[in-house]
């Protein structure tokens, strides 16, 4: 497996999606979650150059932060190490089966790295800078981000949509996009909150089985996704 040590801009992150999506079928579950990342991250990318966030420094830290452990789930399963988060197990699980459309494979992954990973790599970004979690700024750039989400939401369906779904996506027009983008943003308002409790408890022993909790309940509800 690939060094990931090495990976500390954003650059670098699209470049080691881009290496995994090209070494994965096209059927295979992790690469339909990957593939959809990649053009968020991409966009992301794009917004921290043109300065659309009030500290474009610690933004460009924290996608990398994110994408590392997406990173380190993956090579923890390649490498059948078995202490892959179990919210990732829930997809690495299935990621062959046939009857489980690229759409829920990359809800299942959105779901893993937005409700388990993002309140951690928000916490470990805010410590790294040296500020508060509740400085303006920060909460500022992390709102600004759904904004980016949005205009990255039409470009992913293109990606994933086929067949049947993509007739119901045509059929229902903007609907399902104003909904999947409610879902977006109240899962990351949630990733949010995860992340203030996370701080309250950054010298306590609770920690840990916060930490924990969450893998739990996001494993269930990935689970749930991948059986719709």
Not at 154 to 161: A, E, T, Y
Request: aromatic share 8%; with cysteine; net charge negative.
């Amino acid at each position: 497996m690939p060094d990931d040590a090495g990976i500390l801009t954003i650059p670098d992150v699209i470049d080691r999606m881009g290496a995994i999506s090209e070494g994965l079928a096209v059927g295979d579950g992790v690469r339909a979650f990957n593939d959809m990342y990649l053009e968020t991250t991409r966009q992301v990318g794009r917004a921290v150059v043109d300065l659309h966030f009030a500290d474009s420094a610690f933004l460009d830290r924290l996608d990398v932060r994110f994408a590392q452990l997406y990173f380190q789930a993956l090579n923890a399963h390649e490498e059948g190490r078995g202490d892959a988060p179990r919210c990732w197990a829930a997809l690495f699980d299935v990621r062959a089966a046939p009857d489980v459309a690229r759409l829920q494979f990359a809800l299942a992954g959105m779901n893993a790295h937005i409700s388990y990973d993002l309140p951690q790599a928000l916490v470990t970004t805010v410590e790294e800078f040296g500020v508060d979690l509740e400085q303006p700024t920060v909460r500022e750039d992390y709102l600004t981000v759904n904004d980016v989400l949005a205009r990255t939401q039409p470009i992913v369906k293109d990606v994933l949509l086929t067949g049947p779904l993509a007739e119901l996506d045509d059929a229902m027009g903007e609907v399902d996009d104003h909904l999947g983008m409610w879902a977006i943003e109240g899962a990351r308002e949630m990733a949010w909150r995860s992340a203030q409790a996370l701080w309250a408890l950054r010298d306590s022993w609770a920690r840990e089985r916060y930490v924990q909790g969450m893998d739990r309940m996001v494993e269930l509800s990935s689970r749930l996704l991948l059986r719709l």
